[in-house]
């Protein structure tokens, strides 16, 4: 088996194989209409506007995923588990499925299989969501207890199993791309190289798990995969939504056959009366095109049509933000200083659409670091706020901007609130990791979302919060490794309830929150981005990809370059307006953390320009991604990305320089890609905005653009408009 990642860093596997972390209703009636369906999606997999409409390669097909529900194949069926011992081939295959299928809108249709053992009255229920706009099918688990006795243990449960029949002579390797995910540590920067792109080429006989760290989704290792066919021209995008700790493995038999399994990590569990679980999601899509480039863009405008919050039947497009913390540290915002930011900005007509207070805001001690010591107390501090938030919220919507606020439910820290008077609601780790033992000394908490009493109060408590104090985008934040509290002292027959419970209860809180404020935003930034999954995706935005290496170029440039073919918006935004800054943190998602306490005329019309900039080009980095360059590191090498939008016929394409990198004698040319060839193109420089030149698609993709450089490091970014 080789591993490899495409830069100087080799990706490593451990003795145990694992790759990332710890090692730990109608009725169908008619054959007719089930066969539409399948056809349609067969010729959804088939069609040439996903690539060379070449006929689908037998393992390439969704349609292996959605006949078995649509069909009742339950042997076929791609999920497993274990129910008293008995593999659940054999005991489904003794329950008769009743199925329903629904519309759920113009593009998805919804197939509910429900099984039910008339002996325990055990119900499994696999959801399908298959979807007509792309070749792409979702489904998850659920297991209710409708007797009045403990149900047979569960375990081994996989939401996903599934054998791709590859052959050891069509496909003697197998390359499993994926990236890292965020707090890696780096070899030079903590936190530089998260995002990193790597791959595991699988031979016949290989295999390989993958495992995040720490009960978060992306920690380490992002929850997503692409499956290459022998000529990269077509294959499969894997996506599993679960905000805990998963497992993924691939193996392949000495024939060469592929096997997918994923799911929770561990689950070992007999379900009480009454009651209900859920498993980990899972999204699969095929995709074919040139390269796979083509096939991340398929991937990107899935995930925004269908796994993006919406505001009024349309995806959310992230806010450019004005965030204060740049200059005024948490502990020190006040009423007024935020006042006089948001009415500075205002005044020099700054366009930003969301005012960003992070954490701080509550009582906490002065000094810096002094935020994170009362977690658990969720009042505005009385000294600093005495009339709340409400007068922040009520400025900043006159002014047409949101209200983004942060908070850390999860984390109750000493002589807090929630730590006085609901201990019965806290979890205790069992130890804590290595580089958390601050996190021992300090006592930290987990306010167990799968208590029910504790999950209703922070519904009730936070969906009033937010409606009294005016706030329109909720940040939440959690600084802990969950896997630690979830399973200290687990009882042996409810292995993996405290994970899966805690889980169900943090999508709970979220749905509840938007439910009962309509037009509520939520951010999940977590711990340094690590709570990236489809299931978050799908409720609320990233604002911070992460942490790690923030604000600085290199870094930023190399996670734009990461994360993007992954995530439909990416991008950080800047604390410098110096060009090159700047612009390393460009994308749909922008925070400009300028000094909004200023006196100085220059500074706010030079932010005024470079953020009408940043707005004009939105819209264009919400579009398709094409790296141009590779993922790198380097300060010897250049960099260099698109975006396009052929719906609007334009692209932005950015060039970075770096401290060492060398110029060729003959010039840096990047060739843009996704143009039409037979059309011309406006190209304009953006540091040269009056000297437009005009050349057709062909000759751009072909020849490139010309990109010189006087200085270094410097930048450049291009604006290509389709005429």
């Given at each position: 088996?080789?591993?490899?990642?495409?830069?100087?860093?080799?990706?490593?596997?451990?003795?145990?194989?694992?790759?990332?972390?710890?090692?730990?209703?109608?009725?169908?009636?008619?054959?007719?209409?089930?066969?539409?369906?399948?056809?349609?999606?067969?010729?959804?997999?088939?069609?040439?506007?996903?690539?060379?409409?070449?006929?689908?390669?037998?393992?390439?097909?969704?349609?292996?995923?959605?006949?078995?529900?649509?069909?009742?194949?339950?042997?076929?069926?791609?999920?497993?588990?274990?129910?008293?011992?008995?593999?659940?081939?054999?005991?489904?295959?003794?329950?008769?499925?009743?199925?329903?299928?629904?519309?759920?809108?113009?593009?998805?249709?919804?197939?509910?299989?429900?099984?039910?053992?008339?002996?325990?009255?055990?119900?499994?229920?696999?959801?399908?969501?298959?979807?007509?706009?792309?070749?792409?099918?979702?489904?998850?688990?659920?297991?209710?207890?409708?007797?009045?006795?403990?149900?047979?243990?569960?375990?081994?449960?996989?939401?996903?199993?599934?054998?791709?029949?590859?052959?050891?002579?069509?496909?003697?390797?197998?390359?499993?791309?994926?990236?890292?995910?965020?707090?890696?540590?780096?070899?030079?920067?903590?936190?530089?190289?998260?995002?990193?792109?790597?791959?595991?080429?699988?031979?016949?006989?290989?295999?390989?798990?993958?495992?995040?760290?720490?009960?978060?989704?992306?920690?380490?290792?992002?929850?997503?995969?692409?499956?290459?066919?022998?000529?990269?021209?077509?294959?499969?995008?894997?996506?599993?939504?679960?905000?805990?700790?998963?497992?993924?493995?691939?193996?392949?038999?000495?024939?060469?056959?592929?096997?997918?399994?994923?799911?929770?990590?561990?689950?070992?569990?007999?379900?009480?009366?009454?009651?209900?679980?859920?498993?980990?999601?899972?999204?699969?899509?095929?995709?074919?095109?040139?390269?796979?480039?083509?096939?991340?863009?398929?991937?990107?405008?899935?995930?925004?049509?269908?796994?993006?919050?919406?505001?009024?039947?349309?995806?959310?497009?992230?806010?450019?933000?004005?965030?204060?913390?740049?200059?005024?540290?948490?502990?020190?915002?006040?009423?007024?200083?935020?006042?006089?930011?948001?009415?500075?900005?205002?005044?020099?007509?700054?366009?930003?659409?969301?005012?960003?207070?992070?954490?701080?805001?509550?009582?906490?001690?002065?000094?810096?670091?002094?935020?994170?010591?009362?977690?658990?107390?969720?009042?505005?501090?009385?000294?600093?706020?005495?009339?709340?938030?409400?007068?922040?919220?009520?400025?900043?919507k006159k002014c047409g901007m949101d209200f983004l606020l942060w908070f850390e439910p999860e984390r109750v820290m000493p002589?807090?609130?929630?730590?006085?008077?609901?201990?019965?609601?806290?979890?205790?780790?069992?130890?804590?990791?290595?580089?958390?033992?601050?996190?021992?000394?300090?006592?930290?908490?987990?306010?167990?979302?799968?208590?029910?009493?504790?999950?209703?109060?922070?519904?009730?408590?936070?969906?009033?919060?937010?409606?009294?104090?005016?706030?329109?985008?909720?940040?939440?934040?959690?600084?802990?490794?969950?896997?630690?509290?979830?399973?200290?002292?687990?009882?042996?027959?409810?292995?993996?309830?405290?994970?899966?419970?805690?889980?169900?209860?943090?999508?709970?809180?979220?749905?509840?929150?938007?439910?009962?404020?309509?037009?509520?935003?939520?951010?999940?930034?977590?711990?340094?981005?690590?709570?990236?999954?489809?299931?978050?995706?799908?409720?609320?935005?990233?604002?911070?990809?992460?942490?790690?290496?923030?604000?600085?170029?290199?870094?930023?440039?190399?996670?734009?370059?990461?994360?993007?073919?992954?995530?439909?918006?990416?991008?950080?935004?800047?604390?410098?307006?110096?060009?090159?800054?700047?612009?390393?943190?460009?994308?749909?998602?922008?925070?400009?953390?300028?000094?909004?306490?200023?006196?100085?005329?220059?500074?706010?019309?030079?932010?005024?320009?470079?953020?009408?900039?940043?707005?004009?080009?939105?819209?264009?980095?919400?579009?398709?991604?094409?790296?141009?360059?590779?993922?790198?590191?380097a300060e010897e090498d250049l960099v260099a990305w698109e975006y396009h939008r052929p719906d609007l016929g334009k692209s932005?394409?950015?060039?970075?320089?770096?401290?060492?990198?060398?110029?060729?004698?003959?010039?840096?040319?990047?060739?843009?890609?996704?143009?039409?060839?037979?059309?011309?193109?406006?190209?304009?420089?953006?540091?040269?905005?009056?000297?437009?030149?005009?050349?057709?698609?062909?000759?751009?993709?072909?020849?490139?653009?010309?990109?010189?450089?006087?200085?270094?490091?410097?930048?450049?970014?291009?604006?290509?408009?389709?005429?």
């Amino acid at each position: 088996m080789r591993l490899a990642s495409r830069s100087p860093l080799e990706a490593k596997i451990s003795s145990a194989r694992e790759i990332g972390g710890r090692l730990s209703d109608p009725f169908i009636s008619s054959s007719a209409f089930r066969l539409g369906i399948i056809a349609w999606i067969l010729s959804l997999a088939l069609s040439a506007s996903w690539g060379t409409g070449k006929p689908a390669e037998t393992w390439e097909s969704v349609d292996r995923v959605v006949q078995p529900f649509l069909e009742k194949q339950v042997d076929k069926l791609p999920f497993t588990f274990r129910l008293g011992g008995t593999s659940s081939r054999d005991v489904l295959a003794k329950w008769k499925p009743a199925t329903e299928v629904k519309e759920l809108d113009a593009q998805r249709t919804k197939v509910t299989m429900k099984f039910t053992d008339p002996a325990t009255q055990l119900e499994v229920r696999a959801e399908a969501v298959i979807y007509r706009d792309f070749p792409a099918a979702e489904w998850v688990l659920w297991f209710r207890n409708g007797s009045e006795k403990p149900a047979p243990l569960l375990e081994e449960v996989k939401p996903l199993e599934l054998t791709l029949p590859t052959s050891a002579a069509a496909e003697p390797v197998l390359d499993v791309n994926y990236n890292r995910g965020t707090n890696v540590k780096g070899e030079s920067l903590p936190g530089a190289d998260e995002f990193q792109p790597a791959l595991v080429s699988l031979r016949p006989g290989e295999r390989c798990t993958f495992v995040p760290y720490g009960g978060r989704p992306s920690d380490r290792v992002l929850p997503f995969f692409r499956f290459d066919s022998r000529n990269r021209k077509s294959g499969l995008f894997l996506g599993i939504g679960w905000t805990g700790e998963w497992a993924a493995t691939f193996v392949r038999d000495d024939a060469g056959a592929t096997s997918l399994t994923a799911g929770i990590r561990q689950m070992k569990a007999s379900l009480q009366p009454g009651e209900e679980i859920r498993t980990p999601s899972i999204l699969l899509m095929t995709w074919r095109g040139q390269d796979p480039d083509d096939g991340h863009n398929q991937f990107r405008r899935l995930l925004l049509e269908h796994f993006t919050p919406r505001i009024g039947g349309k995806p959310v497009v992230p806010p450019i933000s004005a965030g204060v913390h740049g200059v005024i540290p948490f502990e020190k915002t006040t009423e007024a200083n935020l006042l006089e930011c948001i009415a500075n900005i205002s005044t020099h007509g700054l366009p930003v659409d969301n005012f960003w207070v992070d954490a701080g805001w509550y009582t906490c001690p002065p000094e810096a670091s002094g935020w994170d010591k009362t977690t658990g107390s969720w009042t505005p501090d009385p000294v600093r706020f005495p009339n709340g938030l409400r007068p922040i919220a009520e400025a900043a919507k006159k002014c047409g901007m949101d209200f983004l606020l942060w908070f850390e439910p999860e984390r109750v820290m000493p002589k807090t609130w929630l730590a006085e008077n609901h201990p019965d609601w806290l979890l205790e780790p069992a130890d804590f990791l290595p580089e958390r033992k601050y996190q021992k000394d300090a006592n930290f908490r987990l306010l167990d979302f799968g208590n029910p009493a504790a999950l209703a109060w922070a519904k009730e408590y936070f969906s009033n919060f937010v409606h009294d104090q005016g706030v329109t985008i909720f940040r939440m934040d959690s600084n802990l490794h969950t896997i630690l509290y979830w399973q200290n002292n687990e009882p042996s027959d409810r292995v993996g309830m405290r994970e899966t419970r805690h889980v169900m209860g943090l999508y709970d809180f979220w749905d509840t929150l938007v439910d009962k404020n309509p037009g509520l935003k939520i951010d999940v930034c977590s711990g340094t981005g690590s709570r990236i999954d489809f299931e978050v995706m799908r409720r609320a935005m990233n604002l911070t990809r992460t942490d790690g290496a923030w604000w600085k170029p290199v870094p930023d440039q190399a996670k734009t370059l990461g994360h993007a073919p992954w995530a439909p918006h990416t991008g950080i935004g800047a604390i410098s307006d110096a060009p090159y800054e700047f612009r390393s943190g460009l994308g749909a998602i922008f925070g400009a953390n300028f000094n909004y306490l200023s006196k100085n005329e220059a500074d706010w019309q030079r932010w005024k320009t470079l953020l009408a900039q940043v707005k004009d080009l939105r819209e264009t980095y919400c579009g398709d991604f094409y790296p141009l360059t590779a993922w790198s590191l380097a300060e010897e090498d250049l960099v260099a990305w698109e975006y396009h939008r052929p719906d609007l016929g334009k692209s932005v394409v950015q060039v970075f320089r770096r401290s060492q990198a060398r110029i060729p004698p003959e010039g840096y040319r990047v060739r843009p890609k996704g143009l039409d060839p037979k059309a011309s193109y406006t190209v304009t420089d953006a540091d040269m905005p009056s000297q437009s030149t005009r050349i057709s698609g062909e000759i751009l993709m072909k020849e490139g653009l010309e990109t010189s450089f006087s200085q270094k490091p410097q930048s450049a970014l291009f604006i290509l408009q389709k005429k």
